[in-house]
C-alpha cells in the first residue's frame, strides 16, 4: 500500500482496514507463552483466538514440531488449516552446497560429509538446521573460513553455533 504506518498507530490501522491486511507471524516456536491463554498481554493468542483482527488473513510460520503441538489443540484445530513445507531434503542440501561451493568441490564434498557424519551421530546439524535453506546457507558460509569450519566441526548443540555467529 501507499500508506506508511509506524508505531502506535499499526494497530489502529489494522483495526480499521482489516480486509485489507495479511498478517505473517514467523516464528511461533521460539514463543514462550501459552497461546491458549486469553489474556490481554498476549496479543498472539488473541490473534490466533479471533478476538482480534478477526477479519485479516493471518499466517503463522514454525517449526514442525511447534505445528504438531498447536494441531492437537482443539480451538485451532478448527480454526486453522495446517500446511507443511517440505522438499529441502538431502539431495536439496548436496545440490545447494555443489551450487555454493562451484569453484570448490572439495568444500562442496567436506559440507556433505560432515552432515552425514552429523546424522549418524544424532543429526543436531543435519536434522535441525541442514533441511531449512536459511540456515544451510548459514553453514555453507561459515564453511567457506577454515578456520571457522573447524570449529563447527567440533560444536555439539546448534546453541553453540549460534553463539560462534554471535562472536
Not at 489474556?39 to 510460520?61: H, W, Y
Not at 562442496?108 to 551421530?121: C, N, T, V
Request: aromatic share 10%.
Amino acid at each position: 500500500s501507499d500508506v506508511n504506518i509506524y508505531g502506535k498507530r499499526l494497530d489502529e490501522y489494522i483495526r480499521t482496514n482489516q480486509n485489507k491486511v495479511m498478517l505473517l507471524l514467523d516464528g511461533l516456536d521460539e514463543f514462550d507463552g501459552d497461546i491458549t491463554e486469553n489474556t490481554r498481554d498476549n496479543v498472539l493468542s488473541q490473534i490466533m483466538g479471533e478476538d482480534k483482527f478477526k477479519e485479516c488473513v493471518v499466517i503463522i510460520a514454525t517449526r514442525p514440531w511447534r505445528a504438531d503441538k498447536i494441531s492437537n489443540i482443539d480451538q485451532f484445530k478448527k480454526k486453522f488449516t495446517f500446511i507443511s513445507i517440505e522438499g529441502f531434503g538431502k539431495e536439496h542440501q548436496h545440490e545447494y552446497a555443489n551450487k555454493f561451493f562451484c569453484k570448490d568441490p572439495d568444500k562442496a564434498k567436506s559440507i556433505q560429509h560432515f552432515l552425514e557424519e552429523d546424522e549418524e551421530g544424532g543429526g543436531v546439524f543435519s536434522k535441525i538446521m541442514a533441511p531449512y535453506p536459511i540456515y544451510m546457507a548459514m553453514l555453507c558460509h561459515m564453511w567457506q573460513d577454515d578456520s571457522v569450519r573447524e570449529q563447527v566441526e567440533k560444536l555439539q548443540t546448534v546453541s553453540q553455533l549460534l553463539n560462534l555467529v554471535g562472536n
